[in-house]
Each structure stands twice: as structure tokens, then as C-alpha cells.
């Protein structure tokens, strides 16, 4: 593995490796681009088959969490932690808190948070060693509610588009999954009047969702052709590939997961199928803007308006793919590169700190 090429490649600023024979740690921290602000993005722990599968791992994530950012229209750059081993056996105070130090000595450059197999213990024992972690007990909390009200917006907004109304009284929205955000993202779709197809791994969480909202339930595999106006993927990443996107029968495919497409290819059949498709960086962005909003000073009801213009970022992108004649995907990613390259402009100004 040529790391420099890799570096190079999306042009990445930092890779930083972590190692402590006492503790077992052995965390990468990869930091993408620091134009508009400090990297931020979550630590996550996984027992990975190889230090390259980490690397990569670790370098994709950072990247991603620069065009969420941009995006959004947050002054923060993009970055990731990883820590490589089994979540069950590797997990301690000491290795946390040498985590935390590790972190420390970037002195702000990184900015870390809640990600896969971390938990807010974990993240209160990297505090014990630095002040550079959101996502603590306390302060912006659980970030569920806040991701759900951004991709409820981002609904609306796409709905707007393609039926000339914000308007959701009587149209049917099937959803999978109904975790955290898939709950919260039907609760305000039944509150604005839609009607729900929803599906589930557990049937726990599938009957909370019919029986507090009148869903309608149908099996895992049969939500990708069940005929609807918008269908809201809440689950997992890659579900729309070469399978499933023949099976779609809606207009509009907008919800929380993340990766939804497995290749870009598929982002340019749903647009060749005439389905608009709101890119899941953006409209989740909910769970960042949460977070954000802790490092200015934690306030509720600011960070849920600062996720209700989630709404204006769909219309802006929609608006970009149209001047470009582009998928809806790749004017997501222009969208954040032509805000990281203003703010760059911004950045040529000197100033003594």
C-alpha cells in the first residue's frame, strides 16, 4: 500500500497513527481538510482484517465527513478516528484516556465524537484527556430526533419539487428502517399527515410504528417495490444497487442512511428512471449539526433551525444539478466543493493569532 498515493489521490491533509503497547491501542486518526474549521467526526472501534482495510476505512469516512459539513454550511473540516480491535475485549479507561491524549497533542486540528461500538462512557474517559470531544452526557445528547427533523425537512423540500407542494397529506411514504432515526423520521411524516408503509428487521420497533401511527407493515424485501410517492431508506448503506433500483415504484428516494448507493452508477439510474434522489450526506446532517451546535454552546431549539435549513441545501443542490444537467449526487459533492473553495478565497487574508 502506497500511503502518499492514497493521501494524495483526495488530496488529505493528516494520517496520524496511535500506538500504546500497555493499553492495545492502536487508533488511526485521518484528517481530510481543515478549510472551512477543525475535523470533526466520530471514533468508531472494529475488530478490521487488516491495517490497510482500517486506512481505507478511516480515510473514506474522513472525506465524507468534509462535503457533510460543507454541506450543511458549518465552518468545520472533515475527519475520522478509527481504533482497531474487538470491541469486547479491548475496550478500558487507560486506553481511552491515552486516546484522549493522542487526540490532545493534534491541539484542535481533530475534533472527535460518538461513532460504530463507541459509547458516551468511552467518550467521557477521552474527555478526562482533552476538551477536543462532542456528544458528552449532558450536552447535545442523543442526536436522533435532530438527524429526523433535518431529513423530514429534506423530504419536504424534495416533495416540493417533484409535486409542487410541501404538503404531505395523503402521500405514501414507505420507510426501512425504524431504528433511532427511522422512528423519529415517521413520527413528523404521521404528524404532517403522510401515510406509512414501514418495515423492520424487529418486529419490535415494526409494531411500535403501527400501532402508535397506523402503519402499514410489509416484509423487509417487499419495500423496495411497494408503490409509493417517496421511498426513505433509514437502514443500512448500499440498498440501492443494481437489484433494487428496477424494483422502485416511487418519485422520490430521500432518508437517513447512509451510503445508500452502492456505486454511483445507481445514482444515474434513478435519475435516468426519473426519480429524484436526495443525497444522504446531506440530508442527515442533522446528527452533526447537533453536535456542532455543543461547540458553540449547546441550545436546542438553535440546532433544530440550523436543521430546518436542511430544507434550502435540497433546493440548492436540486438547483445545481439542473444548471449542470448532473445527478442530484454529483452536485452534492459540487455544492460542498464550491463552498470549500470560496471559504479558501477567505482564508488567503492574514491574521496574527
Known sequence: ???FDLLEQYDYEQLVFCQDRSTGLKAIIG????????????????????????????????????????????NLGGGKAVIIGDPDKLKSEELFRTFGRYVEGLA???????????KTQDLAYVNDETDYVVGLEGKSGDPSPVTAFG?????????????GSDDMTGKVVAVQGLGAVGYYVCKYLHEAGAK????DIR????????NEMGATAVKPDEIYGVECDIFAPCAMGAIINDFTVEQLKCRIVAGSANNQ????????????????????????????????EELKGYNEARAMARAANIYDSIKRLIEIAKRDNIPTHIAANRMAEERIAKMAKVRTVYLQK
Open 108 to 118: 484542535g486540528r481533530y475534533i472527535t465524537a460518538e461513532d460504530m461500538n463507541i
Open 196 to 199: 406509512l408503509v414501514v418495515t
Open 261 to 292: 448507493l452502492a456505486e454511483d452508477k445507481h445514482g444515474d439510474m434513478l435519475m435516468q428512471k426519473g426519480i429524484l434522489y436526495v443525497p444522504d450526506f446531506v440530508i442527515n446532517a442533522g446528527g452533526v449539526i447537533n453536535v456542532y
Open 203 to 210: 418486529k419490535e420497533s415494526i409494531e411500535r410504528v403501527v
Open 31 to 74: 484528517i481530510h481538510d481543515t478549510t472551512l474549521g477543525p475535523a470533526l467526526g466520530g471514533t468508531r472501534l472494529w475488530n478490521y482484517e487488516s491495517e490497510e482495510e482500517a486506512i481505507i476505512d478511516v480515510l473514506r469516512l474522513a472525506r465524507g465527513m468534509t462535503y457533510k459539513s460543507a454541506a450543511a454550511g458549518l
Open 1 to 3: 500500500m502506497k500511503i
Open 151 to 163: 431529513v423530514f425537512r429534506g423530504i419536504l423540500a424534495a416533495a416540493n419539487e417533484v409535486y
